[in-house]
């Protein structure tokens, strides 16, 4: 293994046009993320986290600046290459599940493996099943998104993000719409998940109990991502 971290932001810039404005939301973002750590990335509303997250998952592309993963620049990748490569490294929670209304949880778990081969493999089968069953789900397996409460969507798509056992989990808010009790326990299932399945963990969050559980604690404000000092 090089000792190169996991995900390399050099110098990242993401400007919006807007009629005839420019909207500078990112300015040079630098950031190193080695694999398996936990990352919170806080700030005010509007101020571009998402933004941030999905330059660093490949859903878009910065303005200026490279973004590294794994040793690779994705910046220098095709489209169909980064579809696939997006599929096989990273994983996706959003604040609102995503999950298909019409799949059953384990079907919803599936989905990413459909879009690579050896969907219906039965190694990929067994592990949809064992994740789902990690999750706490095994008794609602085949029941489908709207027979499920909130933290039970928000597990099922836990068990989808990880089951092409990507490198890099990143997770949008993913407690921002459920009540304390149950946002805990979901923290307490992504902090153990990157430990078993040694994935890094990138979240963005309003909540300071959530941010606080990660080691590695980020400020986005005016364009800038700043670290807090570790205490630890
Ligand atoms: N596709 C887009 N086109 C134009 N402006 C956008 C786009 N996406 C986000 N923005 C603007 O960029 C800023 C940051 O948005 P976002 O990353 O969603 O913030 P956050 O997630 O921190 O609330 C906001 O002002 C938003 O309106
Ligand atoms: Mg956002």
Redesign the pocket.
Known sequence: MSDEPLIQLQEVTKT???GADQ?E?LKSINASIRAGDTVSIM??????????LNLIGALDTPSSGEIRIDGNSLGGMSESDLASFRNRKIGFIFQNHHLLPQLSALENALLPALASSGASSKEIQDRAVNLIKRVGLESRMHARPGQLSGGERQRVAVARALVLSPSILLA?EPTGALDQKTADSLAELLLELNQEEKVALIT?THSPDLGARMQRRFK?NGGKLEEAQSEK
């Open positions: 919006y046009e807007s909207v939301v700030g005010p509303s509007g101020c571009g986290k998402s933004t941030l949008d963005v986005l």
